[in-house]
């Protein structure tokens, strides 16, 4: 079952007893290639919180007439990535709303700033991290076009964006009725693009929104045809819905962390080959468990920021992760936004290759 494992095995796993577990985490540890935990230090820089789509979930998006600012200025974020250097970070993280540009306050605000769209914003301000900075950018701005993913892929280490889910039947109620960008197989065709791209990229699903267990594994499977195809995936995620005050789901209730444990057997098992992430901050007493049950990456975590799409929930410390970590004999160590294993010719642009390099020696 270990290898090559099929849909109808993986949904046998995820409804097998304790042993079956037990037996299954006793194989990923055997066999694991090494006990090193790793994690990058970056800066996250929201650019702006307009956003086209209105997730049940979310409460990172924010309103033009309430906004706390409608576009970062070129200023402030090399302000930020200027502490970011002196923190050490190797990552600058742009995230901000889906198609924001499309908001006519955003698009006045840009060019005002001297630009026609965001992608040309984010990529101006990439390779500006890049060569003053040698802080490698990873964007994740929701669906572009394909010359657009091209366009950045120039000065990007790497990029994302979080499939969630293959449930399209979730566009109709709560969690995304009014978010056209969280159409499952637009996002599909986004990963397929940056598959063809030959993009470092990271995925993931968002568990706890009103998919089912047949939703996760037909998930992990279309990421998986994905990968086999153009072997671009470097991390999935696994993020647990967490209601918060104010938004429309604060009501729901969290996964469980037994449905958690269990998609992390799975997904370990079905990608041997692709870092499991598990958010830190959201699961900060249980990851020594994620990491026994096949985890072995816990994300950006940032000397400097919050996590702005999770404000409430604070970072853990690394020393305390590493202490914790020992107690189960694993490591921790620090990576870039792009794995080793990209970090070649083939998968990333010349000045991004150079400037990798560089960073991936100093923190080895």
Known sequence: MYNNISKAEAKQLLSSD??????????LNQNKQSNQITYSKNIFLPLTHICQNNCGY??????A?????????????????????????????FTFGESADKNEIVKNTLNNYGYESMVDYVYNLSEEALEKYEILPHTNMGIIKRKELKQLSQVNASMGL?????????????????SPGKNPAKRLKYIENAGKEKIPFTTGLLIGIGETTDD??????????????????????LQNFTPKENIPMANYPEPSVIELLKLTVLSAIMFPDVSIQIPPNLNHDLINFFVLCGANDLGGISPITIDYVNPENEWPKIAELKNSLNNINHTVKERLPVYEKFINKKYLKEKVYEKTVKLQRQIN
């Open 58 to 63: 979310c409460t990172f998006k924010q309103d």
């Open 216 to 237: 996760h594994i037909d998930s992990l499977f279309e990421i998986r045809k994905l990968h086999d195809k153009y072997n671009h995936i470097q991390e999935i995620i």
């Open 162 to 178: 979080m499939l969630e889910t293959t449930n399209k039947q979730l566009m109709k109620t709560i969690v995304h009725k009014d």
């Open 18 to 27: 304790l042993n079956t577990y037990l037996d299954c985490i006793k194989y």
């Open 65 to 93: 007439d309430e906004a706390e600012f409608i576009l970062m200025n070129k200023e402030t974020v090399m302000n930020n990535l200027q502490k970011a250097k002196k923190h050490g970070c190797t990552e600058a993280l």
